[in-house]
T-cell receptor, first 115, second 111 residues
């Protein structure tokens, strides 16, 4: 499977716990994005990497959220001290960094439930 | 702030009907507009539009972009129950968030 893969697919955690999600992009893609999606809403931008550099981070993103892409390949998204409002689908996408328009390819997502 | 708006937010039709989904946008540094279909998990890519007036077509689906009026439409003819999904419109911008999504249109096709 050469698509974008995310792990785990589902995560249930107690409020206050830390969670970490992983995303493996399509191998030749150097752009990687994290989005959050709640029921009835479109994906909401969280952050964006070009290779290992985190170039953009949503102003709405709490300090409890941090993302890394240490070697420019896979990425991790960590949420510290989870709250019930963090319950959502976390989507990862990747694309090529090219001069022309290109589409983003999405992973299956990690569904987080904070109880 | 970059914004993408879709209408209607929800639509119920019967098999065989034709539907038109709307997407309007206000962004700086526009690069392209994309349509995705989301059934249960990952959005899957449908179309990418960069030029005004050029229709993209795939089977019963087609889409067109108007860069002057800042909108796009997605048409689905002879709808089938398998077309039931959320249809997402996204705009790629050159700087900043890169892909800005609308809220989606939830289409339900009844047999």
């Amino acid at each position: 499977d050469t698509g974008v893969s995310q792990d785990p697919r589902h995560k249930i955690t107690k409020r206050g716990q830390n969670v970490t999600f992983r995303c493996d992009p399509i191998s030749e893609h150097n752009r990687l994005y994290w989005y959050r999606q709640t029921l009835g809403q479109g994906p909401e931008f969280l952050t964006y990497f070009q290779n290992e550099a985190q170039l953009e981070k949503s102003r709405l993103l709490s300090d409890r959220f941090s993302a890394e892409r240490p070697k420019g390949s896979f990425s991790t998204l960590e949420i510290q001290r989870t709250e019930q409002g963090d319950s959502a689908m976390y989507l990862c996408a990747s694309s090529l960094d090219v001069a022309v328009a290109t589409e983003a390819f999405f992973g299956q997502g990690t569904r987080l439930t904070v109880v | 702030e970059d914004k993408v708006v879709q209408s209607p937010l929800s639509l119920v039709v019967h098999e065989g009907d034709t539907v038109t989904l709307n997407c309007s946008y206000e962004v700086t540094n526009f690069r392209s507009l994309l349509w995705y279909k989301q059934e249960k998990k990952a959005p899957t890519f449908l179309f990418m539009l960069t030029s005004s007036g050029i229709e993209k077509k795939s089977g019963r689906l087609s889409s067109i972009l108007d860069k002057k009026e800042l909108f796009s439409i997605l048409n689905i003819t002879a709808t089938q129950t398998g077309d039931s999904a959320i249809y997402l419109c996204a705009v790629e911008v050159i700087y900043g968030q890169n892909f800005v999504f609308g809220p989606g249109t939830r289409l339900s096709v009844l047999p």
